[in-house]
């Protein structure tokens, strides 16, 4: 872990319709992308998820249908490979 003053990652989130969309990026080729509803946001499982080159992921989440339109992600994913630990949420360590 760098100094105090050091950039180690930028974490964004936007609320909409039920649901939060949140990144992390950690390099340009480490982010991490997902989509939980609202009540779900910090302890539940994403309804989408992705995790990769960071202009991919993020242009993937931007390419999301709007939450409860026809397309969007419904149902939380579950299984190997999810993993909303890989978030940062704001206020914990």
């Known amino acids: 872990m760098g100094s105090a003053d050091e950039v180690v990652a930028i974490h964004g989130e936007r609320r909409h319709a039920g649901a939060v969309d949140?990144?992390?990026?950690?390099?340009?080729?480490?982010?991490?992308?997902?989509?939980?509803?609202?009540?779900?946001y910090g302890s539940g499982m994403p309804l989408w998820q992705r995790s990769g080159e960071a202009a991919d992921v993020i242009n993937d989440l931007l390419d999301l249908p709007p939450h409860d339109s026809p397309g969007a992600p419904k149902r939380p994913l579950h299984g190997p490979g999810t993993d909303a630990g890989n978030l940062w949420f704001p206020g914990l360590p």
């Open 22 to 40: 949140a990144f992390l990026v950690r390099a340009v080729d480490e982010a991490y992308a997902a989509r939980f509803r609202t009540s779900d």
